[in-house]
């Protein structure tokens, strides 16, 4: 970022009124004005300016103490999506693999270090965590991360692994940066993921990626089942061959990605 605004073409003024609504999440959906300072390392003065013009614009609300988003922040991420084919294109793709597996499925994409869900069909909730088209999970723990860090030219995977915190989110996940590196070349190399509970205890998900007519990898597809009634030899067995069949499915039909023969 300093390169770019060194050559006057970086609007700092930007970059700190996104890092304010970037401010407020899952753990902390109301903030006082010293709160923002402090979670955006701008001055209260600095803070004051963004937090009162996303107010004059719709985007933040307050009632003289704490300050909260509208939920009109959600047209920003609307733009996004509603930019895309992918999640169009793939809904069908994911009902049909859900009607014959009888198991939720969906589409995501990476963001930093997260994956973004873009589409989902589900069939029950396997989670304690509800998940919708936004959720966002680390990269890491993921069988579509895993995919999607599958993906990463080997620079950009090895600058996520020197700056990603791999927090343990159950006794299973995998906390060592030589570990995942492992996996990920695992992965690379079989075409799909396979994660067992490091997530969440006792969901279980497998994916595949999405790639556009060059071979780069787009997105990742996936599918979720509960350890308590399938077994990773099940899944292999069983949901493995369809979902791959659903991945080259949405590959065929996303704009532009066809590959020629």
């Known amino acids: 970022m300093a ?3 060194s050559t006057g073409t970086f609007l700092q003024g930007l970059e700190r009124g996104l890092a304010v609504i970037r401010a407020f999440d899952q753990a902390h959906p109301e903030l006082t004005l010293s709160e923002v300072a402090a979670r955006t390392g701008v001055t209260r003065a600095v803070a004051r300016r963004f937090l009162l013009t996303l107010a004059s614009l719709g985007y933040v609300r ?3 103490r704490f300050f909260s988003l509208t939920a009109r922040v959600l047209e920003l991420g609307y733009a996004y999506l509603s930019s895309l084919s992918l999640p169009e294109v793939a809904e069908s793709h994911l009902e049909s693999l859900v009607a014959e597996v009888n198991e939720s499925s969906s589409v995501s994409v990476l963001d930093g270090q ?6 989902r069909v589900p069939v029950s909730r396997i989670m ?3 998940i919708s088209v936004g959720t966002r999970f680390p990269a890491y723990a993921t069988s579509m991360g895993r995919v999607l860090l599958a993906g990463m030219p080997a620079e950009e995977l090895e600058e996520y ?3 990603v915190v791999l927090e343990p989110l159950t006794a299973r996940t995998v ?6 590196r492992a996996e990920v070349a695992k992965v690379r190399s079989q075409g799909w993921a396979l994660v067992n509970q490091e997530l969440e205890e006792g969901l279980r998900a497998l994916a595949a990626p999405v790639r556009d007519r060059t071979g780069r990898v ?9 350890a308590s009634r399938t077994s990773l030899e099940a ?3 069983d949901l493995l061959p369809p979902l791959l069949k659903t991945a080259a499915h949405i590959e065929a039909d996303i704009p532009g990605s066809r590959r020629p023969r």
């Open 235 to 237: 899944m292999r067995r």
């Open 3 to 5: 390169g770019e605004a």
């Open 218 to 226: 787009v997105a990742a597809v996936n599918v979720s089942a509960h």
């Open 114 to 119: 997260d994956v973004v869900y873009v589409a």
């Open 62 to 64: 307050s009632d003289g």
């Open 128 to 130: 304690t965590v509800a």
């Open 161 to 163: 692994l020197s700056a």
């Open 175 to 180: 906390t060592s940066a030589d570990a995942l």
